[in-house]
């Protein structure tokens, strides 16, 4: 079974910076993306940051410029660098591993959530 661990969320000023992290665990042999979503009250989720296995990367309009995300593919985790944070960027961030191999020999991927972390950005 496969588990994401999210950590590295809290309450932070407008204009400071965030690190959060996103580790998976278990029999895990590949992972095609990792990806960071944030859902803030009364809204969908939506994405924010998107990394393959590659290290290409993609960002929502809002965090270009301002996040940065990477990957360690030997440890499974991916972080997401937040700075010059924002009031509308309060949410909570989830990370999302698409694409695992955890079966060689079948072939079949699937996709992990974690279980979320809060970003409060006060004013």
């Known amino acids: 079974q496969v588990q994401l661990v999210e950590s590295g969320g809290g309450l932070v000023q407008a204009g400071g910076s965030l690190r959060l992290s996103c580790a998976a665990s278990?029999?895990?042999?590949?992972?095609?993306?990792m990806v960071w979503y944030r859902q803030a009250p009364g809204k969908q989720r939506d994405l924010v940051a998107i990394?393959?296995?590659?290290?290409?990367?993609n960002y929502e309009d809002s965090v270009k410029g301002r996040f940065t995300i990477s990957r360690d593919n030997a440890k499974n985790t991916v972080y997401l660098q937040m700075n010059s944070l924002k009031p509308e960027d309060t949410a909570v961030y989830y990370c999302?591993?698409?694409?695992?191999?955890?079966?060689?020999?079948?072939?079949?991927?699937?996709?992990?959530w974690g279980q979320g972390t809060q970003v409060t950005v006060s004013s």
């Open positions: 278990g029999i895990i042999f590949s992972v095609d993306a």
């Open positions: 999302k591993a698409e694409g695992v191999l955890t079966r060689l020999l079948s072939g079949r991927k699937y996709d992990y």
């Open positions: 990394i393959s296995s590659g290290g290409r990367t």
